[in-house]
């Protein structure tokens, strides 16, 4: 089972590279980055399993990684789901803020991803209020794209690029501000864990598990799982009792 | 008529893809998404028919399917079956709105197709008040583009991308409004339906002949049929009287 | 004279295309559209002769035809003159919209036209007043362009191009209004004459001819022809006594 | 000597296309257009001289025409000089405004060519007082741009845009203004000669000194030639007294 | 040394082309126009050395010319050196409108060198105080576009489009205000030395150097130099008292 | 060491070009200039360590030189750390202006540099707070562009290019404040070590420490390094007790 999981990690995160040497403080970042998207993720029901967190330099670029249980069986996600792996991909960077007081360059490729997400959805998924059910961009091909220098000119109109703008800004900010309340509320833990890490470089199955039965999840009602058809609660969210439909957008309880 | 049907099929939605395994939930949402569609489309007079519905996964992407007799063969589309096509194509995203009170990513083609439409009607069929009898684009010839790499540049102000995004965000989303008061309105019949859908995976002419029996369309004189010069109703509606012609834009009665 | 005149209708409008099955409803949208454009050629003076309407289909996209003397042969054309012929290309819009309270996607092609016969006046010819005597477009060089990726950059203001997009509009409105108005003055001839064409499908010279003396053209003063230098109406209008010059974009008396 | 100008004239104008019917509508706006240049030519001190005018089309697309001695040997030209020169190629546009009241596509290149004057004023000369001595714009080099798939961004603001426009706007309505007054002015005169164009369809030198004497140029002080250095009046304007330097953009005085 | 002389001429200034036939006028602008550039440049401290003026024409497009230090090995040049190099540009435009209160077009060449010098200073050398030390644009690498068919996209918003228009058009009136002052204070020597030039075709060192010593310059304090570190003013300016720095974009005293 | 030291400097700067000479003005702001890098980077805690500071011109374009420790080993820089970056780039356009009053063309580089850093930090790294977490512009790949034509067009509205340029001045203009400041509070020990530098060219390891002994850095309090998370001060700063987090974009206690 181990070697599966070398293989795996692998792939996911790239050769080992003991030799690359962060200074204390560069080291200290990245633990306590990947942390906080491990313990964001663990906070929010219907997020990704996580299966390890390393702090051992891997690959082009990655200084830390966390990996989760690969997504690509899924066919549909909602907009609660997307919000939610938002505000995981958003936890390295929200970790930062709370425990340093300061951020790093360190978030940049979470942003992108974060960005990508919160444009879609205000694009090409209809899942913002103000600009309703239009399709303002479609999914790039870039196979044609290496045939014709044709340039994808925007379709729509100043006013509406700054109502994408406002609606993206708005989604990513509701994201990282619930990260943010999800480390405040679990920072002992955190603090704990992290040190653990520094010391051991990785935490595996078991820590993770530990890890997640002692941490406190959103309060009910800050943002519900998608309701089963007939009223009850879908079985993966594992909460008591059934919500009504929630009004877009609401605010987190903070 | 099996294998002529499965023929179609397999060139509309592709090969089977049994092996596809959406989970529950996702299993739940596409067929409620599908019904939708099938449900506006049976409701509304003068839209394509309906010939089967299918949550078994065929082809590349699409997770269910809903069979309506192709329209290659018709030649003009008056503003109102154009804007009846919409309320139908925005019946799967109507559906996941009503039931789940959330919406999913799976309606990503359906708005991109909503979209054009839309576009069509306000941008080159002058079937805008606001913008007039002004073909403010043309159809693409990509077959040109390929040779040149011209930029198609928007040849009008501003001021006129605004106006032309609100008429196309108001064209969708009364079409939208339009699906989900058909899908309230036949609420208990779309969950009836639904459950047997879940089970057996298809629905073929027979139960959804029934099923039109059953279905409540709008009230009269929520969207008029073209009505024949004489002033007879088209022999397409079925409907008891005619009705003056209405003003373009006219919100449902809702 | 049959064969010389079915060899023009094949470069013209193309192969019959007798199996090429439209609805009867279609059928009817195409009568009163290709008479729409016949009758307001008819009612305004100066403009193209009309030899043949036909709603036999033919050639790509053809579903029926209006065949017009050529005009490749002139040189020079007035304001007045390119008015009247943005008024015949809307006709058949203005028939749907007359006739049946609705219009179709068929009159496509008229307005790509339209359009371009008002942008070239209002940027090409100088004969907007509000923009003036300035030429803020060149005709295109197709064959140039075929060897620069040239980009013809939009060289004037948002303001301006808002103050184009303004005349260009109501260029084509008043055109517009100008066909709806003959159209609703001549409604009993046009009813009667589309039940005819309906019948034989083709209306040829004689029976064109015939309608021209039954059409109630615009009445006096609504939109004068170019007199002469001399003071005396040029021969071609037929009217009784010269009018003095109008101020443009005076609109119709209706 | 008639050999000599025969072979300019081709070149000039083209062969001459003595099939090329025009209506006789169409062959008097040209005699008005074409004349319109002449007398504007020649009520205008330090312009081009005319040597002859024809109506017998030539060449491509060219339905008349109007020969000035050619400008190639000037090195400099003033402002004063290029508000001359627009006036001049506005003075076809103006006769036909003038005689019929009505305006006619014949005016197009000629649009094109002054509006070229007027950008180059204002965006390369420093020619503007609003936008001062700055080059927003440099001549375009095209062997360049064959190689270079480079486009020319606009290097300034909308704000700056929108005051270009106005410049140019500007500077063409003076010179429309300009060309309408001097052909009022010379309206019987105007007449009279084009009866006889009309008839002999050229006029030759003699025919053009006999006009130039009778014409009546602008009234003293209404656009000042360039003064020499000393304050005496240049040779090439022949007015009796000198003026003082005029303010930018002092519009005639009608 | 005179066939030392002839080679810089020829390679600065081309050939002669005596054959080239400028008219009186033409050659009485171009000798203010050059003696404009000359005077400017004597009166002010810190510009490069005028060598030799001439009026004869030269090489492609050059109708005179005026030859001054070379300055390729400058390395750094301040704010205040560019803005005195402003001037001397376009004191041949401000002797134009001086001497005959009347501009030609055979200032473009200066403009559009002043343009470039003024956009350098506030895009890429942060000397402007709204737009600040931030590096708006970058220096083109010619070398690099002609392999990538790439766009140089504007990377600032049309607000600071605007305001760099502003700070440009600012820079460039104010050193033609200098220009125009310098040559109004000095207009009876430039008038008598002007004749001179028209007769003798060319000024060399000795003339120069004569009327350098006749030369009003700016008066104190109106653009102070740069001052050495040590208080002291550097000693290329000959002044009498150092001047405290000056705040940046003070207008001349007139 | 010496040839070690010798090898490096040829690689970062260029072989020497002693051949260069700059005239006694251009001399003494390359002087000042580059102290003002070294003096910046001496006084503020946690930027790169100055080896060396040369005045012999180098290299293609180089006038002098700062020779810092590279920075390649490092994986992540904070926000903090970008902006001490930011200030001593700025060094040397500070110096030129407390030193001279007058800014020069040679902090070009250093200003593109400065804005490089400023545009990543707002619309890549999330820095700013008017911004937020969104990102913006993603790190361009010049490699896969030399292939394809694509033009990167800016994918956001006009009012956030608007936000986008005032993020941009702000921290380019604190980080210039934070500059002059610190050369001000230096500006004794600045001119006496200019003087050095000026005689001997070529400020070495032990200058440089015995410089850092007597610059004083910022006040407590104006711009707080990264906190450990156990709130002890990280060992680089070497200040003597720790500061809370501070509010972004605090500006220095001037």
Redesign the interface.
């Known amino acids: 089972m181990a070697d599966f999981d070398n293989a795996i990690e692998r792939i996911v995160a790239g050769l080992e590279k003991r030799n ?7 080291r ?3 633990a ?1 980055h990947e942390l906080g998207h491990t313990i964001v993720a663990l906070a929010l029901p219907g997020t990704d399993t996580v299966h390890k967190v390393s702090i051992i ?1 891997r690959g082009i670029g990655a ?1 830390g990684y966390t990996i989760q249980r690969p997504i690509e ?8 789901e ?1 919000e939610r792996k938002m505000a995981v991909l ?1 936890g390295g ?1 929200a970790a930062e803020q709370v ?10 490729d979470d ?2 991803r ?2 990508d997400i ?2 879609a959805m205000v694009l ?4 913002s209020e103000a ?6 961009d ?2 790039r091909t870039p196979f044609l ?18 109502a ?2 406002g609606e ?2 708005s989604l ?2 509701h994201a ?1 501000a619930r990260a943010i309340a999800i480390l405040e509320r679990n920072r002992a833990l955190f ?1 704990r864990t ?1 040190a653990a890490l520094l010391k051991t470089e990785t935490l595996n199955q078991p820590e993770i598990d530990l890890l997640k039965h002692e941490i406190s999840g959103e309060p009910p009602g800050s943002r519900a799982p ?4 007939s009223g009850q609660v ?3 969210t594992g909460e008591g009792q059934p919500h ?3 009004p877009l957008h609401q605010a987190p309880d903070q």
């Open positions: 690359r040497l962060l200074n204390p403080m560069e200290r970042v990245v306590f330099p200084l069986d899924r066919y549909l996600m909602t907009r609660a997307l958003l960077r425990v340093f007081g300061e951020v790093s360059t360190g978030a940049e942003l992108a974060v960005t919160a444009r090409r998924y209809g899942m600009l309703g059910n239009v399709a303002y479609r999914e794209q290496s045939n014709l220098p044709m340039q994808q000119e925007r379709s729509y109109s100043e006013e509406t690029a700054h994408v703008d993206v800004h990513v900010e990282f603090d992290a998608l309701p089963s058809p879908a079985e993966t009504p439909p929630l």
